[in-house]
């Protein structure tokens, strides 16, 4: 028997309203569970950060190409820093290959797992929803926006010490073995990243001693526990490190990088402050959009709301202990470091303060107050979204396309697969092989190697210690390209191994190409030189592993 189509409509009309308003209340801000949000909301974040940065940058950070370069090869160490993030794009390059677009989604893939860790935490000494809120707060912060798509070891760090936040709290109020193995787990991640983490791990042993933990015997069997998780998981790289420097005495390793930044950083005392200003300026601008949105969900809160006598200050509704703890972590560890800095007459730079604010989003619990009709978090869900809205958009056309179209050459808008395209063109017509080595700057040299094919390599600054995946003997066999920039506006000197490179070239030439979209604006210049084979031995045997 046939259907009768009047009664079909209704029946799918209600099926749609029905399948929406079970959509509507998975998502609400009411919901008993409000996890299914908070995971929307993180995601729509990576998703808009990754998709609009990739869709309007031709060309990424320097120290993203930094990243790009060093991941293309698998390494227990590499010269500067600890290995995990190259290992994070080595394990993306080999999905998607060498795009400018992973390393703006490493970045705020780190940046998404931090809040998500964060929130975890905030859910453990107040509800889900102030939780929400904390994490909300400090989203607009620049080390999470603007700086939060520069895929460095700054960046990359936040996620695990988020996580060792979270379980070190766990840890330390429960008392169970699991968190504090969980805990030696993000730890090592973290050390892995930079070693600079080591202000953290100072943290954790000064609230310990604070809180009196260090009298209880669970604190040191959960010590010891997450102690040797790290060990385990460190011991590559420490006896990798431990060949290098103490067996080789080779001199491009990161601790020895680590400790010619700190002699380097030595200033006399009126550079020092100055150092300290301008950190402290930075900072200051940086929290400029968590400190103008706490101020508009402020203002729009007393309009809609201006008496109720009943509600209490949220930080006044969490245990005492909680409170010390949000002070001691979200506070102290910038303090500690200017005045350290101040002591020791160092040179210190904003982006090395970059986790010291993954619990700022809980310091506004002292000043906002918990109202019984969930109207803190819709306000907040509503100003940070437009904000974060306009932040991301923003970004990714003021540094892309808009300085394209008025003519001003940037980074970002750097013509990276034009400039890579004809040095690939140049090299094929006078070698009859793949470009394997190129012999230049990190910028240049990554924008030339990462879209000729996976084979091609950078030879840093020319310099074997900066790249010791590469040796010599590779080089006759294959040949390199020599390259550096030429233009009136680059700013990256010629380093004196790629001039000495230069020199060995038997061709050598000057490409010149718009570096806007204008072709009668800016130039960039490349001048280039091709040491060739040596025709002594093969290349693709001399590859081989």
Same mark, same amino acid.
């Given at each position: ?12 009309? !209600? ?16 919901? @008993? ?7 929307? @909301? ?48 080595? &394990?993306?390059?080999?999905? %998607? ?36 809120? &904390? ?6 912060? *620049? ?44 730890? *090592? ?9 080591? @202000? ?62 700190? $002699? ?31 101020? @508009? ?7 809609? *709301? ?6 209490? $200050? ?39 303060? !970059?986790? %010291? ?38 970004? &990714? ?20 697969? =034009? ?29 030339? &190697?990462?879209?000729?094919? $996976? ?16 040796? =010599? ?15 009136? %506006? ?10 000495? $490179?230069?020199?060995? *070239? ?40």
């Amino acid at each position: 028997m046939r259907a009768d189509p009047g009664i079909s409509r209704p029946i799918r009309s !209600t099926s749609l309203s029905a399948w929406w308003r079970d959509i509507s209340a998975l998502f609400s801000p009411n919901a @008993i569970s409000i996890q299914p949000l908070v995971l929307l @909301i993180l995601g729509l974040h990576l998703f808009l950060w990754t998709l609009l940065t990739g869709l309007c940058h031709s060309a990424p950070d320097v120290d993203n190409m930094e990243e790009l370069i060093w991941g293309n090869v698998f390494q227990w160490g590499y010269y500067k820093h600890p290995p995990l993030p190259s290992w994070v794009h080595f &394990a993306l390059i080999h999905v %998607f290959g060498r795009q400018v677009w992973i390393t703006f989604f490493a970045g705020q893939l780190s940046v998404t797992l931090a809040f998500y860790f964060i929130w975890r935490l905030g859910r453990e000494f107040t509800s889900q929803r102030n939780a929400l809120i &904390a994490v909300l707060l400090m989203m607009p912060i *620049a080390y999470f926006t603007t700086r939060g798509v520069m895929s460095n070891h700054n960046t990359i760090q936040l996620w695990s010490v988020a996580g060792s936040l979270w379980m070190f709290y766990r840890a330390w109020r429960y008392q169970l073995l699991r968190d504090w193995l969980f805990l030696g787990m993000f730890s *090592a991640f973290a050390v892995l990243t930079k070693y600079s983490v080591g @202000i953290w791990f100072l943290m954790f042993a000064l609230h310990l001693l604070l809180s009196g933990s260090l009298r209880d015997p669970r604190t040191w069997k959960g010590i010891l526990a997450g102690a040797t998780v790290m060990a385990l998981i460190l011991l590559p790289h420490g006896l990798w490190l431990y060949k290098l420097v103490v067996v080789e005495h080779d001199p491009a390793n990161p601790l020895a990088y680590a400790g010619d930044a700190a $002699r380097m950083g030595l200033l006399t005392r009126a550079d020092n402050l100055q150092s300290i200003y301008y950190v402290i300026t930075t900072t200051l601008a940086r929290l400029g959009p968590m400190l103008g949105a706490m101020l @508009i969900i402020a203002g729009l809160l007393w309009r809609t *709301a201006p008496r109720q006598p009943a509600a209490q $200050r949220i930080a006044s509704t969490l245990r005492a202990e909680d409170r010390r703890f949000i002070l001691l972590l979200g506070v102290v560890p910038f303090i500690l470091s200017c005045t350290a800095a101040l002591i020791a007459k160092a040179w210190m730079i904003a982006d090395w303060t !970059t986790t %010291f604010f993954l619990m700022s989003g809980f310091l506004p619990f002292w000043l906002y107050k918990e109202y019984s009709d969930r109207r803190l978090l819709k306000t907040t869900l509503a100003v940070i979204g437009v904000i974060q809205l306009l932040t991301v958009v923003g970004y &990714a056309v003021g540094r892309g396309p808009l300085p394209s179209m008025l003519g001003r050459p940037t980074r970002s808008n750097f013509p990276s697969v =034009e400039v890579s395209t004809e040095m690939q063109n140049v090299w094929r017509s006078h070698v009859n092989e793949p470009l394997r080595f190129v012999a230049a700057d990190n910028w240049l040299g990554g924008n030339i &190697a990462i879209h000729a094919g $996976r084979q091609a390599q950078v030879l840093i600054n020319g310099e074997h210690r900066d790249a010791p995946w590469i040796d =010599e003997e590779q080089l006759k066999a294959c040949g390199v390209l020599v390259a550096y920039d030429a233009s009136s %506006f680059g700013s990256d000197p010629v380093r004196p191994m790629v001039a000495e $490179r230069m020199k060995q *070239a038997k061709w050598r030439g000057t490409l010149s190409l718009p570096a806007t979209i204008n072709p009668d604006g800016p130039q960039e210049i490349v001048q280039w030189g091709i040491v060739p084979p040596s025709g002594d031995s093969n290349c693709r045997a001399i590859l081989k592993p």
